[in-house]
């Protein structure tokens, strides 16, 4: 059996990371401590609706504002009215104003509240443990302390939310209470709060301007007074009063006598011109037709005579009578064109003389009026400077008295700067909680934390429930798992009855798994120590069954109750205190004396025998290992059925003198560090431990657990087996 444990220990290793390998892992821990997750997975949906149940429904009630400021922003009233641009940041400032305490203050005074017991505690119960407190005590009644008004107020403000929806002019005013028309009426009371208060304060902003307005329109009043006063004396200084005095050059006399001045001018010059042409500066043909235009026919007819009297001197004397006639006529006609040429000049010259006297004339008048404007210019410089200046707050004043006018009757003032797009209606369903989401949440996470719950409990179990374990912890091969034979399974029989008269049950079967385990050693031990790391593991359940199973196989077997303090063979097999173990150590009997011989089992038996105070004493003698050697020659092997180890120091003892030793542990009950301690004694002790058996397997639980080994309890073997 000693070459087999090396064998089985790599295999254990080798299966233990598989298993750890294996994805499933998980799936398989929580089918395992599937109803610890279905008691979290439906106990935590059950304990939220409970919770549910117990809390009030809330109603949710959303009115909304158009936020659209008074666009009025007249020169006149620059300063005085004044709008903003609508940013987010002016939003946000409009929802503040909403919830401020002034205007909840007035809310307050147009809701009644007091229905409410979030808003007035007297209205509501008393808490569920203040009733049951009251009632199993006898404690007063309850009498909740009133709220003041500004708790009051505080209350409602928390319970008012103003949201501005990204990028618009809207104000969403809502309101949370336990009454859907208490939700309505807070809202809309919120927002005729909020308008009439944008109201008032335009109505607060319109009274400024007019007065402003009407304190200017006075001022500007009396100082038009004052100037018209001053322009009067002004007059009075520049004697320019209406109805005495010149009047004033104006433009269109200066432009009239500068028009005359420039036609005198031209006529003298030309005059001057003609003068001069007729002195000498021109030919004295060009002069004088220039100057007497009226004589040209004369001037025609000597030029005719001129020709005649050129022609006849050609051809005839000078005294030729044509010749002198023509000669006289052309002489008398010159003298005729000198005359008039010569009235002519003096008539120019009369006419030069008489433009110069108008020239000088024009000239003379022109720079008298212009030095009278002058002068009146400079005596009434100060009276045009007050006459300009009453002209401009004459007209200021027009202006500030149209503008009052205008306030007076404008109306866009009166009104808010938001107006009611949508009002509050009562909702028709709660708006908090939201039992379905919350539910459905608590469902998901029930099952959730139950699978978290399975593997911790999977993770956190110290217990050895499977041959795996065993073999990944210890190092030790499980050569069996046992299963557990309740009283219902054994139907009154013993245990030793139950293994005779049911060989093909699954207990019988993992008996003979473990004998062939036994039978596989190849050391062949002849004497075998059973024990545990403490009571009710099921020791003395597996020595008596394989004592049974191998006598049923023909061998020659005996079984020894080494348990002095507990002994269990005499109610196993009624014996009735028959002489045993101890007996026969302290020599009081022979050994065919104290062992006995139970025909229907094919087996013997000694048991622990009398309680002795030196049974510690008696092991440690000489003659257990004398009777050990006896007994092994007489039978195929002993068994011995050993105290537990942290009990007795006698199971160290014992188990020396055996040939190899099974460590039984409680499937799912003894903690890892209880065997793993115990393993540490027998190491210490020098004890040798062929393997161990998982004893008082629940194989319904083992089955669905998902271990390597739970395929030996699985349904699809139950033809094998018959209980």
Same mark, same amino acid.
């Given at each position: 059996?000693?070459?087999?444990?090396?064998?089985?220990?790599?295999?254990?290793?080798?299966?233990?990371?598989?298993?750890?390998?294996?994805?499933?892992?998980?799936?398989?821990?929580?089918?395992?401590?599937?109803?610890?997750?279905?008691?979290?997975?439906?106990?935590?949906?059950?304990?939220?609706?409970?919770?549910?149940?117990?809390?009030?429904?809330?109603?949710?009630?959303?009115?909304?504002?158009?936020?659209?400021?008074?666009?009025?922003?007249?020169?006149?009233?620059?300063?005085?009215?004044?709008?903003?641009?609508?940013?987010?940041?002016?939003?946000?400032?409009?929802?503040?104003?909403?919830?401020?305490?002034?205007?909840?203050?007035?809310?307050?005074?147009?809701?009644?509240?007091?229905?409410?017991?979030?808003?007035?505690?007297?209205?509501?119960?008393?808490?569920?443990?203040?009733?049951?407190?009251?009632?199993?005590?006898?404690?007063?009644?309850?009498?909740?302390?009133?709220?003041?008004?500004?708790?009051?107020?505080?209350?409602?403000?928390?319970?008012?939310?103003?949201?501005?929806?990204?990028?618009?002019?809207?104000?969403?005013?809502?309101?949370?209470?336990?009454?859907?028309?208490?939700?309505?009426?807070?809202?809309?009371?919120?927002?005729?709060?909020?308008?009439?208060?944008?109201?008032? %304060?335009?109505? $607060?902003?319109? +009274?400024?301007?007019? &007065?402003?307005?009407?304190?200017? #329109? @006075? =001022? *500007? !009043? /009396?100082?038009?007074?004052?100037?018209?006063?001053?322009?009067?004396?002004?007059?009075?200084?520049?004697?320019?009063?209406?109805?005495?005095?010149?009047?004033?050059?104006?433009?269109?006399?200066?432009?009239?006598?500068?028009?005359?001045?420039?036609?005198?001018?031209?006529?003298?010059?030309?005059?001057?011109?003609?003068?001069?042409?007729?002195?000498?500066?021109?030919?004295?043909?060009?002069?004088?037709?220039?100057?007497?235009?009226?004589?040209?026919?004369?001037?025609?007819?000597?030029?005719?005579?001129?020709?005649?009297?050129?022609?006849?001197?050609?051809?005839?004397?000078?005294?030729?009578? %044509?010749?002198? $006639?023509?000669? +006289?006529?052309?002489? &008398?006609?010159?003298?005729?064109? #000198? @005359? =008039? *040429? !010569? /009235?002519?000049?003096?008539?120019?010259?009369?006419?030069?003389?008489?433009?110069?006297?108008?020239?000088?004339?024009?000239?003379?008048?022109?720079?008298?009026?212009?030095?009278?404007?002058?002068?009146?210019?400079?005596?009434?410089?100060?009276?045009?400077?007050?006459?300009?200046?009453?002209?401009?707050?004459?007209?200021?004043?027009?202006?500030?008295?149209?503008?009052?006018?205008?306030?007076?009757?404008?109306?866009?003032?009166?009104?808010?700067?938001?107006?009611?797009?949508?009002?509050?209606?009562?909702?028709?369903?709660?708006?908090?909680?939201?039992?379905?989401?919350?539910?459905?949440?608590?469902?998901?996470?029930?099952?959730?934390?139950?699978?978290? &719950?399975?593997?911790?409990?999977? #993770?956190?179990?110290?217990?050895?429930?499977?041959?795996?374990?065993?073999?990944?912890?210890?190092?030790?091969?499980?050569?069996?798992?046992?299963?557990?034979?309740?009283?219902?399974?054994?139907?009154?029989?013993?245990?030793?009855?139950?293994?005779?008269?049911?060989?093909?049950?699954?207990?019988?079967?993992?008996?003979?798994?473990?004998?062939?385990?036994?039978?596989?050693?190849?050391?062949?031990?002849?004497?075998?120590?059973?024990?545990?790391?403490?009571?009710?593991?099921?020791?003395?359940?597996?020595?008596?069954?394989?004592?049974?199973?191998?006598?049923?196989?023909?061998?020659?077997?005996?079984?020894?109750?080494?348990?002095?303090?507990?002994?269990?063979?005499?109610?196993?097999?009624?014996?009735?205190?028959?002489?045993?173990?101890?007996?026969?150590?302290?020599?009081?009997?022979?050994?065919?004396?104290?062992?006995?011989?139970?025909?229907?089992?094919?087996?013997?038996?000694?048991?622990?025998?009398?309680?002795?105070?030196?049974?510690?004493?008696?092991?440690?003698?000489?003659?257990?290992?004398?009777?050990?050697?006896?007994?092994?020659?007489?039978?195929?092997?002993?068994?011995?059925?050993?105290?537990?180890?942290?009990?007795?120091?006698?199971?160290?003892?014992?188990?020396?003198?055996?040939?190899?030793?099974?460590?039984?542990?409680?499937?799912?009950?003894?903690?890892?560090?209880?065997?793993?301690?115990?393993?540490?004694?027998?190491?210490?002790?020098?004890?040798?431990?062929?393997?161990?058996?998982?004893?008082?397997?629940?194989?319904?639980?083992?089955?669905?657990?998902?271990?390597?080994?739970?395929?030996?309890?699985?349904?699809?073997?139950?033809?094998?087996?018959?209980?």
């Amino acid at each position: 059996m000693s070459e087999a444990v090396p064998r089985m220990h790599g295999l254990a290793l080798s299966a233990g990371r598989a298993e750890r390998a294996d994805p499933l892992v998980p799936l398989r821990a929580v089918r395992r401590h599937w109803r610890l997750a279905c008691s979290v997975a439906i106990g935590l949906p059950l304990l939220t609706g409970l919770a549910l149940s117990r809390v009030a429904p809330v109603y949710t009630a959303t009115g909304t504002l158009l936020y659209a400021p008074v666009d009025f922003n007249p020169k006149l009233l620059r300063g005085v009215l004044e709008t903003s641009q609508v940013t987010d940041s002016l939003m946000a400032s409009q929802s503040e104003v909403v919830r401020s305490l002034p205007a909840i203050d007035q809310m307050v005074g147009l809701v009644d509240f007091r229905g409410d017991p979030v808003f007035n505690p007297q209205a509501g119960r008393a808490p569920l443990w203040r009733r049951w407190f009251g009632r199993l005590f006898g404690l007063p009644a309850w009498h909740p302390k009133p709220l003041t008004r500004r708790d009051l107020i505080e209350r409602v403000r928390a319970s008012l939310r103003v949201s501005v929806p990204d990028g618009s002019q809207l104000l969403d005013v809502s309101f949370d209470s336990r009454s859907p028309a208490l939700s309505a009426a807070a809202a809309n009371a919120a927002m005729r709060v909020y308008l009439a208060r944008q109201r008032d %304060a335009n109505l $607060a902003v319109l +009274d400024h301007a007019q &007065a402003w307005l009407t304190r200017r #329109a @006075a =001022a *500007t !009043a /009396r100082s038009v007074e004052v100037l018209d006063v001053e322009i009067a004396r002004a007059r009075a200084r520049a004697g320019t009063e209406h109805g005495s005095g010149a009047a004033p050059l104006t433009d269109q006399e200066a432009g009239q006598l500068t028009d005359s001045l420039a036609v005198a001018e031209t006529d003298l010059a030309t005059a001057r011109a003609a003068m001069e042409r007729g002195k000498g500066g021109m030919p004295a043909a060009a002069a004088q037709a220039a100057i007497a235009a009226n004589v040209a026919p004369m001037r025609a007819r000597a030029a005719e005579l001129a020709s005649q009297l050129a022609s006849l001197s050609g051809t005839e004397g000078p005294n030729y009578p %044509a010749v002198r $006639a023509a000669r +006289d006529a052309l002489a &008398a006609l010159r003298g005729q064109i #000198a @005359a =008039a *040429t !010569a /009235r002519q000049m003096t008539a120019s010259r009369l006419a030069v003389r008489a433009d110069e006297a108008r020239v000088a004339t024009l000239e003379s008048a022109l720079a008298a009026l212009r030095h009278r404007t002058a002068t009146e210019s400079i005596r009434a410089a100060p009276l045009a400077s007050l006459e300009e200046q009453r002209s401009a707050e004459r007209s200021l004043l027009r202006a500030q008295t149209e503008q009052i006018g205008t306030l007076e009757s404008q109306s866009v003032l009166t009104r808010p700067d938001a107006r009611v797009i949508s009002p509050a209606t009562p909702p028709g369903s709660p708006s908090a909680p939201h039992s379905v989401l919350i539910v459905a949440g608590a469902v998901l996470l029930g099952l959730c934390l139950g699978g978290v &719950a399975a593997l911790a409990a999977d #993770a956190l179990d110290a217990t050895f429930r499977t041959g795996g374990d065993v073999r990944a912890d210890l190092g030790l091969p499980c050569v069996a798992l046992i299963p557990e034979l309740t009283r219902r399974t054994r139907r009154g029989l013993s245990v030793a009855d139950y293994a005779r008269l049911h060989p093909f049950s699954p207990f019988s079967e993992q008996m003979r798994a473990l004998r062939t385990s036994l039978w596989l050693d190849p050391t062949g031990p002849r004497s075998l120590a059973i024990t545990a790391a403490r009571p009710g593991e099921g020791k003395t359940t597996l020595a008596v069954s394989l004592a049974v199973s191998l006598a049923a196989g023909g061998m020659r077997i005996l079984v020894i109750d080494c348990d002095i303090r507990q002994p269990s063979f005499d109610a196993v097999f009624d014996l009735g205190g028959m002489p045993g173990l101890t007996d026969h150590l302290s020599a009081r009997v022979e050994l065919d004396g104290a062992i006995h011989a139970m025909t229907e089992l094919g087996l013997d038996v000694m048991p622990a025998g009398s309680v002795a105070t030196d049974a510690l004493s008696l092991f440690m003698s000489q003659r257990l290992p004398l009777l050990m050697t006896a007994l092994g020659q007489r039978y195929d092997l002993v068994i011995l059925d050993l105290p537990p180890v942290f009990a007795l120091a006698e199971a160290q003892v014992l188990a020396r003198v055996a040939d190899a030793t099974l460590l039984c542990v409680r499937w799912s009950d003894t903690p890892r560090r209880v065997v793993a301690a115990a393993i540490g004694l027998l190491d210490q002790a020098g004890i040798r431990l062929a393997g161990t058996v998982l004893t008082r397997v629940d194989g319904a639980r083992h089955a669905k657990a998902g271990f390597d080994d739970s395929e030996l309890y699985h349904p699809r073997y139950g033809g094998y087996f018959r209980s």
